[in-house]
């Protein structure tokens, strides 16, 4: 009967630990990001006719980064890095701070410069605002600093290379 149990339980485990390695295999998608992580903060950094960089990067809870380097960057093409998850909750506080949800949804002055787009996650709202020049220096300061460890990561981490497929998904 001893036996029996033990037999019993050790198919169950094994039958648990099968289960959830397949599990994991489909748990991510195409770019290796877990697929019930959800986007926190993604910023997009467009081209300009100078040596402006151009980048997309997405930064999701769990401490993932989507990375797409376009033009005028450290790295250029798709990369996913990782990093602690009180980055991205530092980002979500800084956000916070600067009253990000509150603030316009846009602060152009010019068509043909470049623009800086971000949106952010955080107290269940989500809100994009893009600035092209002249905004709240909160709002820069939150924008550079996400910028910053944008370039952080692209020069000190290795990152895994990804296929040039398509673009990054935005939050929605």
């Known amino acids: 009967m001893k036996w029996l149990n033990l037999l019993t339980?050790?198919?169950?485990i094994f039958v648990f630990i099968l289960s959830t390695g397949c599990s994991n295999k489909n748990s991510v998608d195409k770019n290796g990001v877990s697929k019930n992580a959800k986007a926190i903060v993604y910023i997009?950094?467009?081209?300009?006719?100078g040596r402006c960089p151009a980048y997309e990067a997405t930064f999701y809870a769990n401490g993932q980064v989507l990375y797409f380097g376009k033009s005028n960057t450290e790295l250029s093409g798709r990369y996913l890095?990782?990093?602690p998850v009180k980055t991205i909750a530092n980002m979500q506080n800084m956000?916070?701070?600067a009253g990000y949800h509150k603030l316009e949804k846009e602060y152009m002055v010019?068509?043909?410069l470049p623009s800086i787009i971000t949106t952010i996650t955080f107290d269940g709202k989500t809100s994009t605002i893009e600035v092209?020049?002249?905004a709240p220096d909160r709002l820069k300061d939150l924008q550079l600093s996400i910028d910053a460890e944008v370039t952080r990561i692209t020069?000190?981490?290795?990152g895994k290379k990804l296929p040039e497929d398509d673009i990054l998904p935005e939050i929605k």
């Not at 339980?9 to 169950?12: E, K, M, N, P």
């Not at 997009?44 to 006719?49: G, I, N």
């Open 9 to 12: 339980s050790l198919t169950a």
């Open 44 to 49: 997009r950094r467009t081209a300009c006719f």
């Open 81 to 83: 890095f990782t990093v």
């Open 95 to 97: 956000a916070r701070r």
């Open 110 to 112: 010019n068509p043909d």
């Open 132 to 134: 092209q020049g002249n």
């Open 155 to 158: 020069k000190e981490q290795p």
